[in-house]
């Protein structure tokens, strides 16, 4: 295992390569990693929870868009061919009660059988649509995590699962804040346009340079934080919702699936 | 109640005004009915299906895109604000094992407190859009319900759903085919794009004039057929699945919603 691979390296591998260095114990974010593939948001649940869970994704489209949804004990898909969703992402977060009690880089020991696995769209993968157009994708260039709030915005509640709204931020010189709408609206199967363009505060973030999930990243001076709905959204409504377990992706380490992020554009 | 009255006086009413017509116990198909307001299919099981249910949509997103789920119990909801899902519906289908059983104008005495609704997009909504575009519409220019076909494809299934895709038929004039995809692509949420054009006998339709549901249409000479997935599929899931209850529209029977078709049209 190379543990030195930068982002830059890891950008034209396939997703299957990917998957296996991150069973083989590669630990990093994924943004930039296998351009042009779809990365995925995990959220995995007793089958008990299962409705509730695909009920708030259904009522709340932009922050938990699904992409597919693995049956009971299936811990593989055609999102991951010949995977394993148990060790194919590099590091998890495990709920009980919700609080995180690991971050384990392999769920195996956690398994149980009627574990239904949620894939839910990321906006990683219109970062490659906004790099094609030649937009800045701040914290990629600056080789950290993407910066993610918690907000003072209420997602629409669905049985046990409620909680806040979560954004990811990229800052946009104001004369590319247009484009980065227009071209991220094309893709609402991954979050889509953005929630909210500009003042921070009217969302409950006091603090840009403190995120709650990933790295804060340098504001260039003039530029606008433009903020879209977070895949972390389904996290965050089960540390509120306290169900006796179940496991999320930890933010930035997303699963990467075969899908290309241009199945998801619409016309 | 003026039974006399057609679809033509209807094309302008309010939804809730429409929805009041059906409660006193107006029966006619909905095409046409409070344009420019989204019509809806249903789906009522017990919430010990209610999961299959919801994933069998989200695989199966073409025919079942979900606008709306009422919780458990729940007999009204933000897309029929005041509405009584129970009976504002001009008629409904009840199957017992698969089977229907009753296609009552009012489904109070059979309502059980553990009932999950599912309210489906339906692709009235872009007949609108049609309209607008002067493009033809045959079943409301003949006055009839549109003709809806049992396929020989197959949905995903997800867990005790499975049947085939139903579709939805319209013939286009040939060189308006093109404007009729263009057009209906901008509203994914209520079956979008057509999923075939043409050459019927590919879907296993062995006698156009004779739909599975709906009634027959006049395809005028030259016109190419065109077929949009259609919200009936569920049903015929349902017929397949054989769950001990579940209740449907009776096809081109809607839910008229409060939703403006325009609230679905995609950039």
Redesign the interface.
């Known amino acids: 295992m190379n543990t030195a691979a930068t982002t830059e390296d890891l950008s034209k591998i396939s997703p299957q390569q990917a998957r296996e260095l991150f069973r083989d114990g590669l630990v990093v974010p994924t943004a930039g990693i296998s351009l042009g593939y779809a990365q995925a948001n995990l959220m995995i649940v007793p089958?008990d929870m299962?409705?509730d869970v695909?009920?708030f994704a259904?009522?709340n489209p932009k922050p938990c868009p699904?992409l597919g949804?693995l049956?009971a004990g299936e811990t593989s898909g055609p999102l991951l061919k010949g995977g394993d969703i148990r060790t194919d992402v590099p590091q998890y977060v495990v709920y009980e009660n919700g609080v995180a009690i690991d971050t384990p880089t392999d769920i195996t020991s956690y398994w149980r059988d009627d574990f239904v696995t949620f894939i839910i769209g990321c906006s990683f993968t219109f970062e490659t649509a906004l790099l094609e157009a030649n937009l800045p994708v701040a914290h990629i260039a600056q080789g950290v995590n993407v910066p993610m709030y918690r907000t003072n915005v209420r997602c629409e509640s669905?049985?046990k699962m409620g909680g806040p709204l979560v954004v990811s931020m990229r800052p946009m010189p104001a004369n590319l804040v247009p484009d980065a709408v227009?071209i991220t609206?094309?893709y609402?199967a991954v979050h889509g346009a953005p929630v909210h363009i500009g003042n921070p505060e009217e969302l409950g973030i006091t603090d840009i340079n403190s995120p709650d999930f990933g790295d804060p990243v340098v504001i260039p001076e003039g530029q606008i934080p433009v903020f879209w709905a977070c895949g972390v959204t389904p996290q965050a409504a089960v540390m509120e919702s306290k169900p006796s377990i179940a496991i999320g992706h930890a933010p930035g380490h997303m699963l990467i699936t075969d899908a290309k992020d241009s199945q998801y554009l619409?016309?």
């Open positions: 089958k299962a409705f695909l009920l259904q009522r699904i949804v049956d669905a049985g227009r609206s094309r609402p619409v016309p």
